[in-house]
């Protein structure tokens, strides 16, 4: 089970975008859900405040399609598609965190170790 | 209960978004007005965060912090019908109708005496500077109506100061300019009212529906029920002129 951490919030800044994407990759969803995935992976709770100005970025950018449909007996619900566009970035921002990640990983590993006494 | 009966009862932000707090809904509301944003990007910007705070079971507040700090991060595209000089042009008929107000206002003391009318300098100094301050509010509407909310105090000494400089040509420039009998000074006053209301009355039934906060799933019936409600709250602004005036001169011919 993925626990969630108080990650430090530059971190989360900088990755939010790429999770958000790799949600949408998984079908069309809406910002609730889209939060309670986050939440879930173990990013923490994403407030509305973060989420949706990143959701309206990704609409002006294409990344998104979107489309409003009725809510289960509540108020309707903003759907989000990722486009094809959406993809691409999502492919190619992937690839660049991987690379990032591992660059990280090998500079930490070198890192010189307190010696124990 | 009918859908009517019932929307009576709750506020304008309540029906437009039930699941947000009314006193975010309504700053939220304000703040993209004076940005300048369509009815309809305004109200599908409102329905995602009722739709949210529904499904969160969470206060607007908690999850999406200030609300105009939240519009302004959404960065919404202003409608040009909005810029500053639309806005000065929608308030023409609105100029008209108070000219025609004011003349008959300050024709009143000669509707029984039947004295002529004297207009004084101190009178169009007046009205130069009313004219001015409508504009410079209209052109300026964005960060005025900011003073006025977040700072309340400074505001109303700012307009307080504004009316004593408005009275002190009345006060400097006594002598009249220009004379005009009863019959014209209220005819003309009569006809500003009326042009000035009928135009005003045309120009939100043609622009009531543009201006509309419109959700994305209001259905036609919704969409209409508001617009009836907007025009009942337009009409009641437009209609004050003619009937204080109507009252005004009643009560000064009855009391003489």
């Keep these: 089970m993925i626990t969630t951490q108080d990650w430090p919030a530059e971190w989360l800044r900088g990755v939010l975008e790429l999770c958000v994407l790799r949600v949408l990759a998984d079908g069309p969803t809406y910002g609730y859900q889209i939060s309670a995935r986050l939440a879930s992976g173990g990013l923490g709770t994403v407030k509305g405040g973060t989420l949706y100005p990143l ?8 990344r998104v399609q979107t489309e409003w449909l009725p809510g289960d007996g509540g108020p309707g619900r903003k759907y989000y ?4 566009h959406g993809r691409e970035v999502l492919a190619e ?11 990280t990983e090998t500079m930490l590993e070198h890192a010189p170790q307190k010696e124990q006494t | 209960m009918n859908a009517t009966a019932s929307s009576n009862r709750r506020s304008y932000e309540q029906e437009l978004a039930p699941h947000v707090e009314k006193q975010w809904a309504e700053a939220f509301i304000v703040e993209l007005r004076l940005q300048g944003v369509s009815g309809k990007n305004l109200g599908a910007a409102l329905a995602e965060v009722d ?4 499904d969160a079971d969470e206060s607007a507040r908690q999850t999406f912090g200030d609300p105009a700090v939240y519009a302004k991060s959404l960065q919404l595209p202003t409608d040009p019908a909005n810029s500053p000089r639309a806005t000065v042009i929608r308030l023409i008929p609105t100029a008209v109708q108070i000219i025609g107000f004011m003349t008959l206002i300050r024709a009143s003391p000669s509707y029984v005496s039947g004295d002529p009318v004297a207009i004084t300098a101190g009178d169009v100094g007046m009205f130069a500077i009313l004219v001015g301050a409508v504009v410079v509010f209209a052109w300026q509407i964005r960060p005025l109506t900011n003073l006025v909310l977040r700072r309340p105090v400074v505001a109303t000494a700012g307009l307080m100061a504004v009316m004593l400089v408005m009275l002190l040509p009345l006060v400097l420039w006594q002598h009249p300019i220009a004379e005009f009998a009863v019959l014209s000074a209220v005819s003309f006053g009569v006809v500003f009212l009326l042009v000035g209301t009928v135009w005003e009355v045309a120009r939100v039934r043609t622009e009531a529906a543009e201006e509309q ?8 019936e919704e969409l209409e029920r508001r617009r009836r409600f907007e025009l009942r709250m337009n009409y009641l602004r437009i ?17 003489s």
């Design chain 1, 93 to 103: 921002r992937s690839a660049q965190w991987r690379a990032f990640t591992q660059m």
């Design chain 2, 51 to 54: 739709s949210h705070c529904a």
């Design chain 2, 239 to 255: 209609f004050i002129f003619p009937v204080i005036a109507a009252v005004l001169i009643g009560a000064t011919v009855l009391l």
């Design chain 1, 55 to 62: 959701l309206k970025r990704f609409e002006e950018g294409g």
């Design chain 1, 81 to 84: 598609t990722l486009t094809d």
């Design chain 2, 213 to 220: 906060i419109s959700r994305p799933l209001d259905s036609s």
